[in-house]
């Protein structure tokens, strides 16, 4: 599974680096992409967790492509 998570509340590397950060503790997500604004996901994982797992490093999941 691959996913695009588009996210609100980001606006430097080191809101880059916290979505990083909370990603790598979510089960099942093998490989990601970070930039400003959204994060690429693959692997076999709950995309509830993904998505809670930004929001609770304090950024907004607004769309999942």
């Known amino acids: 599974m691959t996913?695009?998570?588009k996210i609100s509340?980001?606006?430097?590397?080191?809101?880059v680096k916290h979505v990083k950060h909370a990603l790598a503790d979510v089960s099942?997500?093998?490989?990601?992409n970070v930039e400003v604004g959204k994060?690429?996901?693959?692997?076999?994982?709950d995309l509830e967790a993904a998505k809670a797992a930004v929001e609770e490093a304090g950024y907004q999941v607004v769309s999942v492509a």
């Open 28 to 32: 099942g997500v093998t490989e990601f």
């Open 39 to 45: 994060a690429v996901l693959s692997g076999e994982f």
């Open 3 to 5: 996913a695009t998570l």
């Open 9 to 15: 509340g980001m606006s430097c590397m080191n809101c």
